[in-house]
């Protein structure tokens, strides 16, 4: 759903995709379908109890179960970089259930409107410090951070091993690198896959295996992969139903247009992950102690 096409000569193919991205993001049509559908907080694949419950309850419990895999590392003492930050939902997550302070970094000026709105209604405005930027080129020193965060951001993202670089070199020594992603099974054929992924401007889809592989050559220990394929097909088999059941409801508050993109959208990623063609879970690896 990304308009890919945007003009961006000049610009660098990370600066050209982070302009799509950016350009999707920040439209009221894509606020409205995650407020009234995702929940509007934390905009998230979920990891579901059971297959009916609510979108964004599951939601949650992937901040929560992230969370979970730093936890050690988390306290008043440390200090998160949130990458990709998106409306906050985790930064807040983590800075109420941690007291930690948390660095949240996005392309979106809209996204980091509504997340310090947000922030200062909460009372966690003191804890969380919002920017905008790029994973690509992250504004901070080398070893600032306890913990780099994302959570389906990557599949956005043009050059993906650029940017585990940058997140690993913000790390502490010891530190812990916690992500989730939208990725393709490594058998899934490429034309199987291409037309849902397309629509995020994504050419070709990370697989579980291009990140261990990563993440090993950049130095990484104690690597591991929670994978939550299940999940995924769970989670767009919801989204599509909640669209479909309540278009005519969300008709009145998203553009009519939008939503027959997300009636001819969502049938296809539900579809694809139906079929045990995509993966999905979570990323958990160390930089090792000096």
């Not at 979108?55 to 992230?66: K, L, M, N, Q, Y």
């Not at 310090?116 to 919002?130: C, F, K, M, Q, Y």
């Not at 939550?228 to 247009?257: C, G, M």
């Amino acid at each position: 759903m990304i308009n890919a096409s945007e003009n961006t000569h000049g610009s660098t193919p990370h600066q050209h995709h982070d302009a799509a991205t950016r350009g999707y993001y920040d439209t009221g049509d894509v606020d409205a379908f995650y407020d009234a559908v995702w929940g509007g907080e934390d905009i998230h694949i979920g990891i579901y109890a059971k297959d009916d419950e609510p979108i964004a309850d599951a939601s949650h419990r992937t901040v929560e179960r992230a969370a979970d895999k730093a936890a050690d590392l988390l306290g008043p003492h440390a200090t998160v970089l949130d990458l990709g930050s998106g409306y906050g939902g985790s930064s807040r997550a983590l800075a109420a259930r941690f007291g930690c302070h948390v660095v949240a970094l996005d392309l979106s000026e809209e996204h980091n409107r509504r997340h310090r709105a947000a922030n200062a209604r909460r009372g966690l405005d003191g804890l969380i410090e919002v920017t905008t930027g790029s994973l690509n080129d992250l504004p901070y020193e080398d070893e600032r951070f306890d913990v780099a965060w994302s959570l389906e951001v990557l599949c956005h993202v043009a050059d993906r091993e650029g940017a585990l670089r940058e997140a690993v070199r913000v790390l502490k020594p010891g530190g812990a690198l916690v992500f989730s992603d939208i990725m393709a099974a490594e058998e899934a054929p490429a034309e199987a896959v291409r037309p849902a992924f397309s629509r995020l401007g994504v050419e070709t889809p990370a697989t579980p295996t291009f990140y261990l592989e990563r993440l090993c050559e950049l130095g990484l220990d104690a690597l591991d992969f929670e994978d939550r394929t299940p999940d995924i097909a769970t989670h767009y088999a919801r989204l599509d139903e909640e669209v479909h059941r309540r278009a005519a409801e969300l008709r009145n508050v998203i553009s009519p247009a939008y939503v027959d993109e997300l009636l001819a959208n969502l049938p296809l990623w539900a579809d694809i992950a139906g079929r045990g063609l995509l993966r999905w879970g979570v990323f958990h690896a160390r930089r090792p102690a000096a």
